[in-house]
């Protein structure tokens, strides 16, 4: 790939300002950066020169060679809409005079559902993390209070990782979670999940140390669990779940918010749980209501 002086000092600065001013998460920041990188280096290559030599036809075939190389819908469209972001902030902030990617336009995300458990395969997974929790080894007690928080609560890995003891409240069974760009939402959960948490804050003591500091969840070295820890923890116990699909913590979220529409909640008010900034974003799981709705009406009705 080609390179050129000019683009680490760029996308350095793309990087500050998805920070300080867009409240991007690391791990946006750098899939936006990486992504612009990846803009900069493919039409480098192709003989653009800089930034004002950018053209609309040169965005897309970007990104007809993306599509062309076997990359996914959802991928290129979010390349795509990094382009946008990228070139937008460089319009704005005097680095190109116009921006090409005004008539950018990506293929839609597919909205198909990554794989769901159905509930009594959810209850057989916290089934089998109680069960190893019995040996009272303080990660098996904490492996049960994390799928059954993430379960109960339907937040994201990354916003458990990140919680910290006093973000639970257990007198209401609450958690507070810092969500996508800063913002902050208080979720609900389950018994269950309560006397999960409570008994690991029991025994998270025999796990923390100096650097443990406020974090709620530990591993054996007594610092804050990362995703992929937990990601870990997920496949591990799910492999002793019969035919239920391998998902991962993000697949437990999907699980939760189905479970919900299915018991008859409220979309709006799952959107609030999930965090989602639209509702068009919730609404992806009523389809799998839906179909499920029709599979138990063509299997039940005489006239179907």
């Known amino acids: 790939m080609a390179t050129r002086p000019w683009h680490d000092e760029l996308l350095a600065a ?3 300002h998805l920070e300080a001013e867009r409240g991007r998460s690391p791990h946006t920041r750098r899939a936006y950066v990486s992504d612009a990188r990846a803009l900069l280096e493919h039409t480098a290559d192709r003989g653009v020169a800089g930034l004002d030599d950018l053209t609309l036809g040169d965005l897309r075939g970007w ?4 599509a062309d190389g076997g990359a996914a819908r959802s991928t290129v469209a979010r390349r795509a809409a990094s382009a946008r972001t990228f070139l937008g902030w460089a319009e704005r902030t005097g680095r190109l ?3 090409p990617a005004l008539r950018l336009v990506a293929p839609r995300r597919g909205r198909s559902l990554p794989g769901v458990l159905k ?8 089934d089998v993390a109680a069960t190893r929790a019995d040996d009272d080894d303080p990660v098996h007690v904490r492996d049960r209070a994390v799928l059954e928080l993430l379960y109960a609560s339907g937040i994201r890995v990354g916003e458990l990782v990140g919680l910290d003891v006093d973000d639970i409240d257990p007198a209401q069974d609450l958690v507070r979670v810092m969500g996508k760009g800063g913002k ?3 979720v609900p959960f389950g018994r269950p999940a309560a006397r999960a948490v409570q008994e690991w804050l029991r025994v998270r003591p025999r796990l923390a140390t100096a650097e443990s500091g406020p974090a709620l969840f530990l591993g054996r070295r007594g610092r804050r669990v990362d995703p992929r820890q937990v990601r870990s923890v ?3 116990l799910l492999a002793h779940v019969g ?3 391998d998902i991962g913590p993000h697949g437990l979220r999907h699980s939760a918010a189905t479970h919900l529409l299915d018991g008859g909640a409220d979309l709006r008010m799952v959107q609030e749980l999930l965090g989602h900034a639209s509702l068009a974003t919730t609404q992806i799981y009523t389809h799998v ?6 599979r138990s009406y063509e299997q039940a009705h005489p006239r179907a």
Not at 63 to 66: F, H, K, R
């Open 119 to 126: 509930e009594g395969e959810a209850s057989e997974l916290l």
């Open 243 to 245: 035919d239920a699909p």
């Open 14 to 16: 793309f990087g500050r």
């Open 97 to 99: 005079a116009a921006n």
């Open 234 to 236: 997920v496949h591990a």
């Open 184 to 186: 902050e939402r208080v």
């Open 63 to 66: 990104l007809g060679d993306l």
């Open 289 to 294: 209501s839906v179909d499920r709705l029709r």
